[in-house]
């Protein structure tokens, strides 16, 4: 064909055509060699540089393969492995800077490749915050805090669930999982979060390590929580886009709303995720509701019956009183434990303590600091004999033994500042009866009382000489009785005198002592004169 013909035919210039034709002159080729070569054997054949044809001037290629293996290196960069370039080909022509790293680029673009990824229905939900936050304001004190953003996507429906939180604590990350499994109706088999250390407690590649909070919430779901790895945010795509739809449709619509508290924000982002599910897909038929509807709800496996409680964990020692400090309150352990190290697992209501993953205690959570919460089971046995004595049981085992001994006992808790004062002592009385006897012990406390004398060491010392099984002296027991003894003088005796009786003795001086010994009369047994006046008394 003629070379018009060919230029048509291939929507050419003539020119063109005959360029080739001549450099397939040029280098020696006809038809059938021509045919058995592939494109790029082609173009090296046609147009191979020649000492003939080389352009003046041509510049040295940079080794692009030996620029990325370099860069990889320790404090290597561009400028220099740019001016060993310049070094290594002095005196030929060489590129700039700004062409040397182009050439590079261009050669690192064409390995970075995108894998498309496809998802099963209802195998992976993909978590994670969105940078941006927004307002709320404390109609109390005007103080404006930032809300932060939780956003969860399906992988196989892109059907979205967005809730805000306070901040992003392990506390937020674990309630807006369990909020947003609620959301979906179902579990799915894997959940992929980015590595927040409120999860992650060793980020890894290849062994991320969970903290024990994260771990357990995947098992109450019987789900598996894998995070993307470190610097990849290719390995949650899903979870990218999501976050950005959820900026775009719904924190931009609210940018001019003012919201008082957090659960006012979240019930406007209800509503609108309800319009970003309905959302009909651009190159798609239907919306993520359809698509969950057909595709992730039939595959999620069922929630359990009640949500999961979260709870964070915390190492404590156990003190030597078998108590543990948690936020500023104590709680007991049992008594075994002193000084070995626990486990505390914290829910909003609740503390347990475990040792050996086995639940040794549990308490209701103190709303004050300082508080104590002390079980009488984690006691030792001593220590809860001791917080058992109270004044009621004293006296009830006083009882027991007899009158007298519960008379004691009520004398010692009575007499003094406060009645544990007093337990002491009575827990002096209870040694004696497993001493001497019950019986002993009631007779030494009836002579105690009847000698006035209700200390402990007093019925000690009965007890020890044998009192209590002698009889009771008869001038002991009248001692008891006032008014019948001589030296008790009574009322009478401080009566002022009446004329009467000093009349009666003058009338009768053989009385010695008027009837009624008055203030002024003479005391009683005191010898008398003739004339009714008292003797002297020797001395």
Known sequence: MSHEKIARALQLSKGVVSKYIAAARVAGLDWPALVAMDEAALAAALFAPTSTNKPRGERVLPDVLSIHRELR??????????????????????????????????????????????????????????????????????????????VAALGASNYTYACATPGETQVDWLTSLGQ????????????????????????????????????ECARHYQTVILPARPRKPQDKAKAEVAVQVVERWIMARLRHRQFFSLHALNQAIAE??????????????????????????????????????????????????YHIEVNGSFYSVPSALARQNVDVRLTAHTLEVLHGNRRVASHLLLGRRGAYSTQREHMPAAHQAHREWTPQRLLDWGERIGPYTRQLIDHQLTHKPHPEMGYRACLGLLSLARRYGNARLEAAAERAVHL???????????????????????????????????????????QPPQQELFDDAATHPESTAPATPGRHGPRPGRAMDAAGQPQPELR
């Open 180 to 215: 947003a499994l609620t959301y979906f109706g179902g579990v799915p088999e894997m959940v992929v979060p980015d590595n927040p250390r409120a999860l992650v407690a060793q980020p890894d590649r290849y062994e991320p390590g969970l903290n024990r909070a994260t771990l």
């Open 73 to 150: 290196r320790k404090g290597v960069t561009l400028q220099l492995l740019w001016e060993e370039y310049l070094a290594a080909h002095a005196g030929q022509p060489t590129y700039r800077y700004t062409q040397f790293v182009e050439h590079y680029r261009r050669y690192a673009q064409t390995l970075k490749r995108s894998m498309r990824q496809l998802h099963r229905a209802g195998e992976k939900l993909f978590i994670d915050y969105a940078g941006p936050t927004l307002p709320v304001v404390d109609p109390a004190t005007g103080e404006v805090r930032r809300a932060h953003i939780f």
């Open 272 to 321: 609108l995720l309800e319009d970003l599910n309905r959302r009909p897909f651009k190159r798609l038929d239907g919306c993520r509701r359809d698509w969950f509807e057909r595709l992730d709800r039939p595959a999620l496996r069922a929630l359990p019956v009640h949500p999961y409680e979260v709870a964070t964990f915390k190492r404590c020692k156990v003190s030597i009183d």
């Open 452 to 494: 006035r004398a209700f200390t402990g060491r007093s019925v000690r010392n009965l007890l020890q000489q044998g009192l209590d099984q002698q009889p009771l002296p008869q001038r002991a027991a009248e001692t008891t009785l006032p008014g019948d003894h001589e030296n008790v003088r009574g009322a009478d005796y401080y």
